[in-house]
């Protein structure tokens, strides 16, 4: 394991200016390789060409093509300018997050050898089926990607158990497991904000929140159903959702015509706004089926809000007895939802920050380091400002 400083070379593909767990990810992760005396690189694409250093080290964007129909999301396409630009870099890590349109770099870095790893953020089969394809047939796509992904690179990152599955299922042998983390010092029960709440919900009303990509991925239609279903059951609850993407459209018709209780804030780039909507709700719903992981349920826990998510996430991994889990549709969803409004404000509140207290960024870091086989030249600093 290398104990010296590394230039750590990240790349990372559908990434856009309203992602959130990604963007959230990187920057994290960013900010602790550096804390931990290394030099960390990012590469993504963006509207334009830009080279500057940043609080998780230097962040290089290449002029990547939208994605149609995507809501934003840019890709890195010229293979040419990307290789030249390893090269000239000349990392001693590489770390891909997109096992996709990116998987060419594995082979570049066997033959420059430097060690590579892929980060899984999703489940291959997962994303497939959410785009339609039948189970049996996600599985057989998804497992020949998967054993082309495990044969290039020299490590596979997964972030839970969940995530590590499809690569056990295929008999991949360099899988190791590296959770993802929360701010614990910017995201806490304190953000709570009553007039904000009151803006939203009258004080008899749960509020319910929804912080996610509108995307078909994500199924955020299914909060829509639940919302409805509590309706229908005589509880009185709002929705508020805090994101974007290319159902928005869609969503916000159906709300219209069914008339649900619905505000839609669209992406919302102040984090502090968004702690605090995290800390006023009630309930926060994550309904993606194909999460390995869950970024924003996990920051909505350690503002102290319970969590009903997708039983086919892996978010039954991370939040525990500390929320629940439904199935993917919402009736289920409202039964989870009744279920956590049923236990004690302050009982359902401590257990949920007490679960994200399990997952600090400096664990994070400390895991992606030791997958890299890299060790901190400093004492690690957790992001966030705690040491």
Known sequence: MSGESLRIVRLANFVAPASGGLRTALRELGKGFKAAGHEPVLIVPGERASDRETEQG??????GPLLPGTGGYRVLTDRRRVAGLLAELAPDRL????RTTLRWTGKWARRARVPAVMVSHETADGVLRTWGLSEGAARRAADALNVRTAHTYARVVC???FAEREFVRIGARNVVRAPLGVDLVQRHPALGDPGLRARHARVDEALLVMCSRLSVEKRPGTALDALEALVRRGRRAVLVVAGDGPLRPRLEQRAR?????????GHVADRAL???????ADVCLAPGPAETFGLAALEAMACGTPVVASASSALSEVIGSAGAVAADHGGAFADAVGMLLER???????AARARAECFGWDTAVAAFLDAHDAVASVRPVVPGGVS
């Open 95 to 98: 770390e891909v997050s997109d």
């Open 344 to 350: 004690p404000v302050e009982e359902r509140r401590e």
């Open 58 to 63: 230097r962040v290089i964007t290449l002029p």
């Open 274 to 280: 968004l702690g605090a909507l995290q800390a006023s």
């Open 159 to 161: 972030t839970t158990e």
């Open 257 to 265: 015509e069914r008339g649900l209780p619905v505000t839609f804030l």
